[in-house]
């Protein structure tokens, strides 16, 4: 879930553009006054899900890093610098990051398509095991990534917050899809879900799974689908509206009602932007797209990830879907996490990342691979 805008001031922004969740390619730029071994690189961190940049006024020089990537250094030249200073200069490596992995054997990638309830063309990244066989049908799970503005794409080691690279060499497909609303596919294709935030959204997501299923390597019975944020909103609308298709659902700091939101979220201005109005000037709209409206329809397993502290997505959207999910007699459990850094919209720290990844691993081998029923349950 990301602010309608943000102030830059003086920080260069990078040309990617990068969202909350699934998957967290941000990009690192850095300069130094002068070339001088004593003075450290600042960073300037901007809030979780988008990039984070830095750069001193002169900006002779500027590194780079991406996820799994390597870190680089050259000189810039300054503005009004002569046409043979503006030449390319000699880069430096600075690090070597992908040593330890070397050797390891990585998932096979692949870009996908497909077509939506509506005509619209989706891409998705699609993570197989690196002994697949298209004759065999795998289960699948859906990693829906924040936003709505991020964006999946093919890197192996993926930063998501599910473990995405232990269950591929289990023998399970991943699709992450890039539904509307996401960048890198122009403007009109990112404002596709205005006024139909869910909606859109989910025909994009079961459109690919149903392409999937179509080319005989998905087992429709296990089928299960989880995202952080905007993914998390996402798969509780699926909950709601799609309850058959799918054997069980993860939902992240996810918004469960839109009114809810609006009146305890710290941007309120991206509920304005996407759905056009109010809560006061357009209730429809806001009933329309919160997954609460339709929990009479829910019916599968879902384990539902909330920070304490979240001011972005704030806690009642958790408790209002869990309990809804209860009275309905779905089963459910709630885990609320204490620590979450920053304005505690997802796990900051290493602990708190594996015991995301933890309760998704066996929430999704109960109620996915070793089909098995618990009863609701609350933990904090």
């Given amino acids: 879930m990301e602010p309608a805008s943000r102030s830059r001031r003086r920080w260069r922004t990078p040309s990617t553009t990068t969202g909350t969740g699934a ?7 850095a300069a130094r006054r002068r070339p001088s071994p004593r003075r450290s690189t600042r960073i300037r961190r901007w809030s979780r899900g988008g990039q984070e940049a830095s750069s001193s006024p002169r900006r002779r020089r500027r590194a780079s890093a991406q996820s799994m990537a390597e870190v680089f250094v050259a000189p810039v030249a300054s503005l009004g610098a002569s046409a043979a200073a503006r030449a390319p200069a000699p880069i430096k490596k600075l690090s070597d990051m992908n040593a330890q992995t070397a050797g390891w054997r990585t998932s096979t990638l692949e870009v996908v398509s497909w077509t939506s309830q509506d005509g619209a063309a989706i891409e998705g990244v699609l993570h197989k095991p690196i002994d697949f066989d298209p004759s065999r049908k795998y289960p699948l799970l859906v990693v829906v990534h924040g936003g709505p503005t991020g964006v ?12 995405i690279d232990v269950w591929v060499p289990r023998g399970v497909l991943v699709l992450e899809p890039n539904y509307r609303g996401s960048a890198g596919y122009g403007e009109k294709f990112r404002s596709l879900n205005v006024r139909n935030l869910g909606v859109g959204d989910a025909w994009d997501v079961v459109s690919g799974v149903d392409a999937l299923i179509a080319k005989g390597i998905v087992d429709p019975a296990r089928v299960g689908v989880m995202g952080w944020s905007q993914g998390g909103y996402i798969s509780a609308f699926l909950a709601t509206h799609d309850a058959a298709r799918f054997k069980a659902i993860s939902v992240g700091a996810g918004i469960s009602d839109w009114m809810t939101y609006y009146v305890n979220t710290d941007i309120t201005p991206f509920t304005r932007q996407y759905l056009q ?29 909330h920070g304490a502290t979240d001011q972005r997505v704030p806690l009642p959207n958790a408790f209002e ?18 620590g979450f850094g920053g304005i505690g919209h997802g796990p900051t720290k290493p602990k708190s990342q594996r015991a995301t990844m933890e309760h998704n691993l066996e929430w999704f081998d109960e109620h996915l691979f070793h089909a098995g029923a618990t009863r609701s349950s609350a933990e904090k």
């Fill in 277 to 305: 109005a109010t809560p006061w000037s357009d209730a429809d709209i806001y009933a329309k797209t919160s997954p609460i409206t339709y929990i009479r329809q829910a019916k599968t397993p879902t384990l539902i990830q």
């Fill in 23 to 29: 998957s967290r390619s941000c990009r690192r730029q």
């Fill in 152 to 163: 999946s794409r093919p890197m192996p080691f993926t930063g998501t917050i599910y473990p």
């Fill in 321 to 338: 879907l869990y309990r809804g999910l209860v009275d309905n007699n779905v089963p459910t459990k709630l885990i609320v996490y204490q």
